[in-house]
């Protein structure tokens, strides 16, 4: 009996020990504040990838800017300045996830663009679905930048599509569907 309570304690520790992650010389990788400031801002996808993504939501400093794009979904950051809003858009084959690391807003959606009768408070931690075919828009109205990412199914944005402002997205997006 005792030799069993041992070996069940000891499972995890080896799981736990392999899950800490080595370097290619066997050392313990470390997270470190020095690691975590190694964040890119690039497309890392279709590859496997791996990420805080918290991290990567809020140091973000851009509009949008895509971080994993695959065959069939994509994951975007966005800063979205206080005031400023996504913009009022439907995707008529996507459904779309967005999650809230900073700040605070008003999430509209409804079946056409001049009848956006839902309305949500959401602030930090909190998951917004958006069913293909909702036109639907997210205000930012606190004095500090949203922070949000964003997942899309399919993938809406080119692989590696970088939008600095909101205006550069709305016409990359007009671009992209002839409007």
Known sequence: MKK??????????LFLADCTGTTDQGQAAETTPETTAQVEFKDFGPEPFV?????????????????????????TVMSIPAGGDIGLEMHP?????????????IMMMGDTEDNLDFEARVEHDFA???????????????DE??????????????HGTVHQ???????????????
């Open 4 to 13: 069993e309570i041992l070996l069940t304690a000891f499972i995890p520790l």
């Open 51 to 75: 990420f805080d993504i918290e991290e990567y939501t809020t140091r973000n400093e851009t509009y949008r800017t895509a971080i994993w794009t695959g065959k069939y979904m994509q994951m």
């Open 93 to 105: 084959d996507i459904d779309q996830f967005l999650r809230v690391e900073a700040g605070t807003g």
């Open 128 to 142: 917004i679905f958006i069913p293909a075919g909702k036109w639907h828009n997210l205000v930012n109205d606190s």
């Open 145 to 158: 930048p949203l922070k949000v990412y964003s997942i899309y199914a399919p993938g809406e944005h080119p």
């Open 165 to 179: 402002t909101q205006a550069e997205g709305i016409a990359a997006h007009e671009a992209a569907h002839g409007h």
